[in-house]
């Protein structure tokens, strides 16, 4: 018998311990995105500016990404995320230019301002990732 819980068999009943694990994980879960929310607002942005630049920055491959591929990577409308960029352009953390290879796309880019107020951000999500080491049980 495997050893891996029945989370894996999506048509076998879950049991206590199935129950005690995805609890579990979506505590820690929440623990984590509370104290982002907290250290963000502390430091004058958002959850979702942080998110924005921390994307744009994370973004595979290149150093800039589209409003379209935001809205992806954070799971929001397009028009919510280009109103999202507005705000962060107005603050100092985003530009925008339109594409030297393609005229229809606009490259939304970090700032310095931006790129300061990131890695002061993610210098303190990291460490509080690191103090959770072990604390995310993935259900599986």
């Known amino acids: 018998m495997s ?4 989370l894996t068999k999506p ?8 129950f005690e694990t ?8 929440r623990r984590f995105l509370r104290f982002s929310e907290e250290i963000t607002r502390s430091h004058g942005v958002t959850p979702l500016q942080y998110l924005l630049l921390l994307n744009i920055k994370g973004f595979p491959g290149r150093e800039w990404a589209t409003a379209g ?7 929001a409308k397009h028009h919510g995320i280009v109103a999202l960029i507005t705000r962060c352009e ?4 985003v530009g925008r230019n339109v594409s030297p290879e393609d005229r ?5 880019r970090l700032l310095k301002k931006g790129e300061s107020r990131l890695a002061q951000l993610a210098q303190l999500h ?10 995310f049980k993935v259900p599986v």
């Open 22 to 29: 995805l609890a579990d994980f979506r505590y820690q879960l």
């Open 90 to 93: 107005k603050m100092g953390f």
């Open 104 to 108: 229809r796309r606009v490259e939304v």
């Open 126 to 135: 990291r460490a509080e990732l690191l103090s959770l080491e072990g604390a």
């Open 11 to 18: 048509h076998s009943p879950l049991s206590k311990k199935d």
């Open 69 to 75: 591929e935001l809205a992806e990577w954070l799971q």
């Open 3 to 6: 050893s891996r819980s029945t």
